[in-house]
């Protein structure tokens, strides 16, 4: 019986499967079919269009924005659940330059997820006005802000090897230096205490098929300082975000606080995917997850460094200076961790050498550990990887 | 039995209602709670990460761009499906004006649904590059389109209305006076025969949860003209729009043709139901929908118009110049159509004064069309719209 034991009852794992990849996509909440199913057949399939009222569909991005809230340290009512993280992202951006007029850089790190780099230099490229996306070392970023830097955008997690920023002394540099901040939660949010609040962040997004077991393609988040919301012009004003949607004026005028980052009809079904998995959340403690997590990813780094002397581990040795997953660097870790996805012991790949493995105490126990890291070095010790089927790259890795 | 009665089998009517909302939002498709069970259970359940392969929901947005491609011409590959009609309108307007240089003219009618103004007009703010959103009447459109303009954008069918923009004949004149040429197809798409390749036009939008029973906020989907499409910079450069997302390059590549306007990960339980939604596409003509579809609202319109005087036809008398829907004008059509909801026949509200109803032949029949014309009549003429609890407005209308 672990600490988590009536979690890990609330999701469905596939017998025979040991699941590392939760930082990729989190498994299905046994209740998550259900939702679904009352959501199509009860309100759908019997309300019809009334369903926006009855059911209240239309406050789901703010209920659930709440919901996730709490997890990352957002008071009530300055998160909006909506669209995908890209999105979410542009609009982060686009936003936060129009609070810094005059300053040209947009300022990252190469440990971002290339998404975030791409949505915000799509966007420097649209505007044409002298901007630049700076990139730099996630270890040279803190030097790097300077008077010239508009916003500070990090992913709090770096995605292949784990490796922690910390939010709070980068937020309060950014502000020093006159810039706004704005963090990438997608491996962070139900995977650590996050204080939005208290490191007085000014705009956090992330993902929710993560940590948050939303399912594939869930929604995305976007969290605004309540004191910076109303000031904030949205760049993809869409009826959603407007002060009034149903009155159907020509003109655009913001909604209240966060609610101006909405911009389309939100899709319900996802939506309520999403709600029957943070049921899993419901009464628990970060920090009680961070805890457990950390556990479980210093046993995998024990058992495998004392199993395998071929590996190099990735991640960062200090367990406070990372993420919910360890990496292990191998030459042939593509052909690896095939061969551990045919046992059954499910992690995954990022180019050239990275083997990720991600740990979620909700479902995540110590004998999953151990027979993940058992594997991996057997797999190593018998070159069991080095066979034809394992080498051959797929679409999605 | 009427002409589509296997069609009309294949959704959830609920009992004792009469649907004429299916141009808000379709009903639900008998299979399609089936179909979220299964992408859920067996695909997201038993695969997790893996599904991304092995379900192939990562070529969801192409598989699906196509089957809807085949009910608005557009030929295999050139949409694809993802993220809300907001956004879809976003990535259209963007890329077109960078086609445009020197131009500084967005031109759309008052007709146009309120959130592809605001879209336009918050990427325009964005730009602050002297670029201007024209809106004119709908009848002046053609008379507006000069050489300062850089991109006509419009919805075919008036939300309110239902009034039909000529296709062909203004993306000629806009063509002839070099401009490019954006259709919305919201309630278009499913509705009736739309020649996308035949007229030339080179972007068009619409969204799947309204003739094309996708489900409450079922994703939009976009179309760009193929010999056009590699010359496209999407503005919101998101990762799965990139040439190899998998390879995670800090440099955006876009991919190839239209697959470049996809943006996030997709939300694939939102999209296999939209899959399912779909079957009742198959095999069926547009045109035979649309003569269906005429029939319907010539009958609603003779019904109406012979049992009640009271209201003013708000639509197009020659069904040739409307989409697939009618509308009527009551100063009380708030109340009148609260009072129609009360009797279980559902048509929607526009303000100031407009009750629209519409047709969608795959389920509705000459039936529904006499009642719902009969209720209407008896409401006005008894008066029956006067009490106090068809007066007070709901959130959403």
Known sequence: MTQFQSRRDMFHLPSGITYLDGNSLGPMPKDAVDQARQTMADEWGEMLIMGWNKADWMNLPGRLGDRIGRLIGAPSGSTVVGDTLSIKVYQAVASALELRPGRKVVLSDNGNFPTDLYMAKGLLDSLDQGYELKVVDPEAVSDAIDASVAVVMLTQVDYRT????????????????????????????????????????????????????????????????????????????????????????????????????????????????????????????????????????????????????????????????????????????????????????????????????????????????????????????????????????KAVT
Not at 207 to 222: E, S
Not at 235 to 250: C, M, T, V
Not at 268 to 287: K, N, P
Not at 368 to 385: K, M
């Open 162 to 393: 784990g490796r922690l920023h910390d939010m709070q002394a980068i937020t309060r540099k950014a502000h020093d230096a006159g810039a706004l901040m704005i963090w990438d939660l997608a491996h962070s949010a139900g995977a650590l205490p996050v204080d939005l609040e208290g490191c007085e962040a000014d705009f956090a997004v992330g993902c929710t098929y993560k940590y948050l077991n939303g399912g594939p393609g869930a929604p995305a988040f976007i969290y605004v300082r309540p004191d910076l919301a109303d000031q904030v012009r949205p760049a993809l004003s869409g009826w959603l975000g407007h002060e009034a949607p149903f009155a159907f004026d020509l003109d655009y005028r913001p909604g209240e606080g966060v609610s101006r980052m909405r911009v389309g009809t939100p899709p319900v079904i996802q939506m309520a995917v999403l709600d029957a998995a943070l049921d899993a959340f419901d009464g628990v403690d970060m920090s009680d997850i961070r805890a457990a997590s950390i556990a479980l990813s210093e046993q995998f780094i024990r058992e495998v460094e004392a199993g395998c002397s071929d590996v190099e581990l990735a991640s960062p040795r200090d367990p406070e200076a990372r993420g919910s997953q360890v990496s292990f660097r191998f030459g042939e870790g593509y052909a690896a961790m095939q061969a551990l996805i045919a046992r059954g012991v499910i992690g995954d790949f990022r180019a050239p050498d990275i083997m990720r493995f991600g740990f979620c105490p909700l479902y995540n126990t110590a004998d999953d550990v151990s027979q993940a890291a058992a594997a991996l070095c057997e797999i190593i010790a018998t070159g069991e990887w080095d066979q034809p089927q394992f080498k051959t790259r």
